[in-house]
């Protein structure tokens, strides 16, 4: 049993918990994720690991409740406990030892897998333009502690609400034609923003690194749900990755396959009790 030790509501959406796992906190790096199991009847459900905190022993997850086993471990509060939380699980992100400038790039709850990598960047001193964008003000996170963890950072929403109106693309497009020499570009988000930000790298030769959120069960690499295609060659995410070469990945494949169980993944709440159900 994993004791939550602080939850914090970033968004009418997005909620930051603070688990008890001192195992996990003693080795976790950025870029890897965990998996949870609210319940004995809850099903595996990953999240990368959002922070680390290795002196209290805790590691903190940010989720967005959109399905069923999020919308139930959204309503744990601070001293409730989650049945299952294994990890640090996936390879670490690891970057060439001579750069010196890096362009972060996250897309909505993405940014909850951004800031970690950019603030490993940052405390070993090298330059970090952090991009974050969103659809709307009302939906912007962790503009704080992205802002304490980036030389600069640049904030867009789709609809101009707040900081630049446009895409994140558009800012790192911007930048890169303004002559800004970028050693490395990592993209973190929805699949199509990672795939548009290779876009604009691949003809300036870029290295991009995609971190990928396939379908994934029991982490270890043994069912094969978190298969990419990458290169020409079958990857699995959980033990392959998550982290990629963005100008390798087949972006199409991986959002057909993640479009297969969008149906299944509604969750009901009842009025009487609170419960969650299935849709």
Do not use: W
Not at 57 to 79: D, H, M, P
Not at 129 to 155: H, P, Q, Y
């Amino acid at each position: 049993m994993f004791k939550i030790i602080t939850k914090r509501q970033l968004n009418d959406q997005v909620v930051l918990m603070e688990v008890e796992a001192p195992f996990i906190a003693k080795k976790a790096q950025a870029g890897q994720f965990i998996i949870f199991r609210v319940d004995e009847k809850g099903e595996r459900i990953p999240l990368t690991i959002a922070d680390y905190d290795r002196e209290k022993g805790t590691v903190t997850i940010i989720f967005q409740t959109i399905g069923a086993s999020t919308q139930r471990l959204s309503l744990l509060n601070e001293g409730d406990y989650i049945l299952d939380f294994v990890g640090p699980l996936g390879v670490a992100t690891h970057f060439d030892k001579d750069i010196k400038k890096v362009a972060v790039i996250g897309g909505g709850v993405g940014c909850a897998i951004a800031y970690p990598q950019a603030k490993m960047l940052y405390n070993k001193s090298i330059e970090v333009d952090l991009i974050a964008g969103f659809r709307n003000k009302e939906i912007v996170i962790l503009e704080k502690e992205m802002k304490n963890v980036s030389t600069n950072l640049f904030i867009t929403t789709d609809d101009g609400s707040y900081g630049a109106k446009g895409f994140v693309t558009e800012v790192l497009k911007k930048q890169i034609d303004s002559g800004v020499k970028y050693d490395t570009v990592v993209a973190i988000g929805p699949i199509p923003m990672m795939k548009f930000v290779c876009d604009v790298t691949k003809p300036h030769n870029i290295k991009t690194l995609v971190s990928l959120n396939p379908i994934m069960i029991d982490g270890t690499g043994m069912c094969g749900g978190c298969r990419v295609t990458v290169n020409g060659e079958t990857k699995y995410a959980c033990v392959d990755g998550p982290d990629f070469d963005g100008h390798q990945v087949d972006f199409d494949e991986l959002m057909i396959r993640n479009a297969s169980y969008h149906s299944n993944e509604k969750a009901h709440i009842c009025r009487l009790t609170g419960g969650v159900n299935n849709g």
